[in-house]
């Protein structure tokens, strides 16, 4: 069923400085879930009411969506991102568990000692697709740094296929190639990422554009429908022909 009222989502950039080179997790959904199935996404998901309740609870309820965030890459991948106090990866993966099971994210956090740094997480962009789909998400994009550590992405099932940290380049070849699939907002994202070599970077890059909500729009370039979005914000490729552009 098709609806006119978007759904506020949120999504995380988990960036790792490596002496190789930078990475980001990413994660490949199901081919069984509704939206972007088989693509290569960053995690995240649709905004809670818990998530809401628990902004609240902090006395920062426009801090939903950053909740969210790391809620949902803690869900998808055991990462934990922005939480501090932890004493172990094996903490991740009994968070992650927990809340496979139903626990309440508030709750496992007071129980365990541990705490939220919503200051750490800068937002790196807003995107709202306008397009016919059975799904239409306002995605808040987030930029954190990674955990302390070593921290080996563990997917959950039936959502999640993989789970991975790679870097955005290698990512793109990947899409390019053809052994994997993005839809068209991670593209641009990925693309954007990967003009940044460390965190500074991509924080700085994150801090000097607006998060105006980008709304793609159909344009006719060289006799072909394209979809385009603004320039000016950050954005290395602002257009793709239409033919490739949705296909996840």
Known sequence: MTTDEPIPAATLVVWNDRPSGPEILVVERSAKMAFAAGAIVFPGGRVDPLDRAMAESY??????HKITAIRETLEETGVCAAILGLGSERVGLELQQALHEGANFAE?????????????LTAFA?????FKQPRKFDTLFYLVAAPAGEWNPHPQESEVVTAEWCSP??????????VASAIFPTKRNLERLAQ?????????DARGHSIETIIPWVEEIDGAPHVRIPEGRG???????????FRA
Do not use: C, K, N
């Open 196 to 204: 940044h070599g460390s965190f500074d970077s991509a924080l700085a």
């Open 169 to 178: 380049a290698q990512l793109l070849d990947r899409i390019d190639q053809g």
């Open 126 to 130: 807003r995107w709202m697709p306008a």
């Open 108 to 120: 496992l956090l007071s129980l365990g000692g541990l705490r939220l740094d919503l200051d750490a």
């Open 235 to 245: 954005y290395p490729v602002v257009s793709e022909p239409l033919a490739t552009a």
């Open 59 to 64: 006395g920062r309820p426009d801090d939903a």
